[in-house]
């Protein structure tokens, strides 16, 4: 902390208190600070919150699966800037016999949902095409099953993506989101000029085999690291920077 102190003509005193705070990093990760589940569209009523992995991109049947991802920003200090945010996934399995690269895009969520604890326990390679029917859970027709209804089923999000990310059948391996827009909507949900219903990963080009599977925040530690949100940021200022006349 650096301290500047100036003095004025006879018993006026003027002191200056400011601080030279570097950027700081908080990474996000497991539960409870991350909720997740997948939404399946041939099985619209079903939760795959409890689930080691989520799924997005289309089966080779054609079937979509979308994953949703919301991470608690509580960790970052109020009033902070962001100045960057980077959203990383470890890609567990690609859809066999599928294509060998897909796109998937990152939007913004505009209504709440309930992760659920669909498939509890379930290793990532198996219920991805099942999932559990739960009352007041996330599944493709419903934010909460049997309250609460997608305006469009399969999620309600913002049409343009915040990051879109090419994702090969190379498994394994970490996957990245991030960029300005990324980091805006950290931003504003951190500040709450949005609210924090956090993100939707989004297969558009309706590619056959598109399927990806990536490790959850249920995920046993065995299998890899789940979803990671890294921010970095400029903390506010500290309650000691302030201005005396006396």
Do not use: K
Not at 104 to 120: F, I, M, N, Q
Not at 217 to 229: D, K, M, N, V
């Amino acid at each position: 902390m650096q301290r500047l102190t100036t003095m004025a003509a006879g018993s006026l005193a003027a002191a200056f208190f400011f601080s030279s705070v570097a950027a700081d990093e908080v990474v996000i990760s497991g539960e409870p600070f991350v909720q997740d589940t997948t939404l399946y569209e041939n099985n619209p009523t079903t939760n795959g919150g409890g689930w080691q992995a989520l799924a997005s991109g289309y089966t080779l049947s054609g079937s979509p699966r979308r994953s949703l991802i919301r991470f608690d920003l509580f960790q970052i200090p109020f009033g902070s800037t962001i100045t960057s945010a980077r959203l990383d996934l470890h890609l567990e399995i690609a859809a066999s016999r599928g294509v060998e690269e897909t796109t998937l895009s990152l939007h913004r969520v505009t209504a709440p949902w309930v992760e659920g604890t669909g498939l509890d326990g379930s290793p990532p390679a198996g219920g991805g095409g099942m999932g559990d029917v739960l009352q007041g859970t996330a599944c493709w027709n419903d934010a909460a099953l049997g309250t609460t209804p997608w305006a469009t089923a399969g999620g309600d999000f913002v049409t343009t993506p915040s990051a879109s990310t090419l994702v090969p059948n190379f498994v394994d391996i970490d996957y990245t989101w991030d960029g300005e827009d990324v980091t805006a909507d950290v931003q504003a949900m951190r500040d709450g000029t949005v609210p924090n219903y956090g993100w939707i990963l989004v297969e558009e080009l309706d590619v056959f085999g598109s399927g990806r599977a990536f490790l959850s925040s249920e995920a046993a530690a065995e299998f890899g690291p789940g979803p990671r949100l890294t921010v970095e940021f400029d903390p506010p200022p500290s309650s000691e920077n302030h201005w005396m006349l006396n």
